[in-house]
């Protein structure tokens, strides 16, 4: 998650207009159903009124292949089904707008023929029906939104045998300029001046540019969230509005987030979506609750607030002269019916940056009665390595989620598993140590493994890759001794039973597992071999999280603070082998740095050179592979340009055309992309990924240090049936390994080959990020690669 999201007056909710009360008609709703849903829910509105609650109510069977319910309705209805397992036909997100009587829905067309007393219906066409998410507001009247399709299948195979290139999606490549768009601070944020909107980098950008990360050697793509953002500057993704759709400044005809998994998949890439369980936007989530607020075009106030139009909900692709979205669904100047915010619309006394009187209830706050505490946790953090921060507001753009209530649970339950019916491939969790434990192995981490589990059977759903952001920005093993707010804390099961009630058993955790205390952990072996040999790992307590490995991220100053710190907290990670590894990232760089890594090209030499052959996933930020951006600082919200940060645009350093042959094989290149291509790093990362793909001990093998004289050197191994790998790695300088398997061992990097009869190697290397890989026996590549500027 992006560090602090800075407010900014953004778009602002209003109950739907009044309409005369009519006699009541019956209505008959035929729906054709897909076959494979065994229960069918109608859920609608009718005659302008509220919605039913989510799933709706259960229709009826009918004659062969149909369902009907009888409604009651004068002069017409907004329709959506679902099978009551979170797949929805809501008419491609523009609802079935329908009269009243008689009411045949038959994959996508509408009539009036009862389809049981006549065989041969005409219906009147509408837009073909994709499956999609629930809708809980009146339809929008243009554009219709984006919403996912339910067609995909993620690629399978052990996560830990992939390296992943990390884009923010909206900065990374720009392939159709007709979706971008800059919000209201494109102006006063300098980035008009720069000819740079915020929303520039989209999915069809991404497409054009798979090749490019396949060319680098990458075969997983980690992402910025994909849903509707609602905010001033939402271009990373974290203001999530609707979780039911696509943010419509990402997708293009043909460019759909469906077309990137496709096409992603075809080329052999993985695409790992960021997910936000904690938090929506500061204007909630749609489909959950959306809060009111207070609002006037009083003369001061009429630049921000749009004129209402009846029926219009908000798109971000429609921008005023001023770059604010339509808003008129958001405010009220007269307090609504059922309001809880407190001092409705008095002036607080307090004046904005422009010298207008600000109002209560005029921005959402967790104090102000605002949202429901059923839903919404109703207090700011103020401590950090605090009980509070699990319940509480991290900002006043992110609103926190109740997340031990069983609503909003089941709603992003029911968001997320739409994803993994679209066949991606993990979810990186955002904000993860913000929620309790508990609440994970309880609720969201089963309901992940359920979905996967019934779309592809036991054994493949353990290949779908979570890891999650537990944010400890310190150096020590445990988070300022806070066991509960410690990255590896969230690879554990529980240990105890808790309350039946979640916000009880949170507490309860919480207090039991601060008295335990970090000397009384969990401790793990799965990442340390026995001796020479490869055992078995124990993941009977694995939770089903992995993590970011945020204490080599802090201590990625220097590649040996990053290794022997790293080494000291795996055995008290669940199975360290799968933490995802990276030195900086879209929040911070080392030592909780807030500019772009800066140690100079032999430092990232010497740290990718780590990260590709130590325990865990190498994980690399868009850019670092040039040196992007670097010392720049990472994030400044809308007070300065954006191509003065570390989120800057990417696109002109991969323009042109590139094909990959392989994973880190180009085989042609032109234009700006070609000489980016030529860069020292450029190289250095493309054979690191060659040897990595080549040597499944640097994939999926156990470590040790026993034996091993030297400052980053270990020996990996990796066992599975008749397949046998074991490695012995330096990093930047000699070692000597002894206690070791006699044999003939050939080097990765240069193909020097040594036959070892007393157990004992020496590996001479010289030069920063530089390294040997001596491979024992056939299981050996050979020199794997060319020489580059680094690996010779």
Known sequence: MPPPRWAAPAALILLAPAVPAAAPAATTVYYKAPASWSTVNIHYAADNGAWTTVPGVAMDAACTGWRKKDLTATTGLQITFNNGAGTWDNNGGRNYSTGAGTVVIDNGAVSSVNPCTNTQPTPTPTTPAPTTPAPTTPPPTSPPPTTPATSGEMLGGDPRKESIYFVMTARFADGDASNNRGGSQHATSGNQANNDPMFRGDFKGLIDKLDYVKGLGFSALWITPVVLNRSDYDFHGYHGWDFHRVDTRLESPGATYQDLIDKAHAKGIKIYQDVVYNHSSRWGANGLYVPKVWGARDGQWDWMYSPKTEGKTYDPMEENSAGRAYNGDLWSTEEPAGNTCRNWGTPTGQKSPEGYSLHNCQWPSPTSGMFPASLYHQCWIGNWEGEDSRSCWLADDLADFNTENATVQQYLIDVYNRYIEMGVDGFRIDTAVHIPRVTWNRRFLPAIKQKLTQKYGATKANDFYVFGEVAAFVHDKWNRGSVNHSAQFFTWKERKEYSANDTQAALEQYDYENGQGTANQPTSANAFLNGNTYHAPDRSQFSGMNIIDMRMHMNFGEASNAFHNGKDSDDSVNDATYNAVYVDSHDYGPNKSSVRYDGGTDAWAENMALMWTFRGIPTLYYGSEIEFQAGKRIDCGPTCPLATTGRAYYGDHVAGSVTAGDYGVVSNASGAVATTLAKPLVKHVQRLNQ???????????????????????????????????????????????????????????????KTVTNGTLTAAVSGKGNLRAYVLGSSAPGKVGSDGPYLK
């Open 691 to 753: 040897i990595r793909r080549a040597i499944p001990a640097l994939q999926m093998g156990q470590y040790s240090t026993d034996g091993v004289n030297g400052n980053m050197a270990f020996k990996r191994r990796y066992t599975n049936g008749s397949s046998d790998s074991f490695v012995l790695v330096t990093i930047s300088g000699n070692a000597t390994f002894t206690g070791i398997p006699n044999g003939t061992y050939t080097d990765a990097v240069t193909g020097d080959v």
